[in-house]
């Protein structure tokens, strides 16, 4: 059944770790004339995750590229330090691990993004229980639900996590209607359709969109639409 409150719709947030970085101004132009509503920053600090992606400063280039909102999702340690450099740098939405390994106090970093008047998230790896997320989840405008393991693209979409997906839904139904349930990795048609039937209400999308050649029809085939 469709799950959505009938005030969302489906936002698609390309993934910028999958564009070819020598061609970076053309794959960000071509995406936001293809129909993308946000883009997705994945900043990896080779401690939280196994992967070193990019910073600050390329957030900061990126946003002189493009107008769409920046949602920066941060995989490192230390997300109460690195914060601020984010909002200098033009992040429109900031989402921060609950983990213990991210190394910082989950509550207080969610304050200091949302004194800086951007928008908060909370994800969990996969690994990690749902209810580590619910006493944040009243201070967040976003959760996002990972569907792999973080630290790279490319990886094959973990079904089971939908089971965290329609627990978020539910917390929405009952707590917050305008809470954005966000799902990340091995998004692509088929698993779109999965994850919002599961009440995902955006979809982060890397390796479906950068690594194809029509990027308008990838985006509209994640929304369910064939092309023409
Ligand atoms: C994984 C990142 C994802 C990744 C998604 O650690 O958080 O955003 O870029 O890539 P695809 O869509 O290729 O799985
Ligand atoms: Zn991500």
């Known amino acids: 059944m469709f799950s959505l409150p009938t005030s969302m719709s489906i936002i698609i947030a ?20 293809a129909g993308a509503d946000w883009l ?28 769409l909102p920046l949602d920066v999702h941060l995989m490192i340690a230390r997300a109460d330090h690195y914060a601020p450099r984010f909002i200098e740098a033009g992040a429109d939405s900031i989402t921060v691990h609950v983990e213990p390994e991210a190394q910082h106090d989950v509550a207080a970093t969610l304050r200091l993004i949302r004194k800086a ?24 405008d976003l959760v996002l639900i990972m569907t792999v393991h973080p630290g790279f693209g490319g990886q094959a979409f973990r079904s089971e996590m939908m089971e965290k997906v329609s ?28 994850s919002i039937a599961a ?12 690594r194809t050649a029509d990027y308008r029809a990838a985006i509209q085939q994640l929304r369910g639409k064939t092309s023409s």
Do not use: Y
């Open 117 to 140: 008047g951007v928008r908060t998230g909370i994800t969990l790896n996969p690994a990690t229980s749902f209810d580590v997320l619910l006493p944040h989840l009243p201070q967040v």
């Open 167 to 194: 627990r978020a839904r539910d917390w929405r139904a009952e707590h917050r209607r305008d809470l954005h349930i966000q799902v990340d990795g091995g998004i692509n048609a088929e698993t779109a359709t999965e």
């Open 14 to 33: 390309p993934s910028v770790l999958a564009a070819d970085f020598a061609h970076l101004a053309h794959d960000i132009a071509k995406v936001e004339a």
């Open 199 to 210: 009440g995902a209400d955006v979809l982060v999308a890397g390796t479906s969109i950068f």
């Open 40 to 67: 997705h920053l994945d900043i990896m600090d080779g401690h939280f995750v196994d992967n070193i992606s990019f910073g600050p400063a390329f957030v900061s280039t990126i946003r002189k590229l493009t107008k």
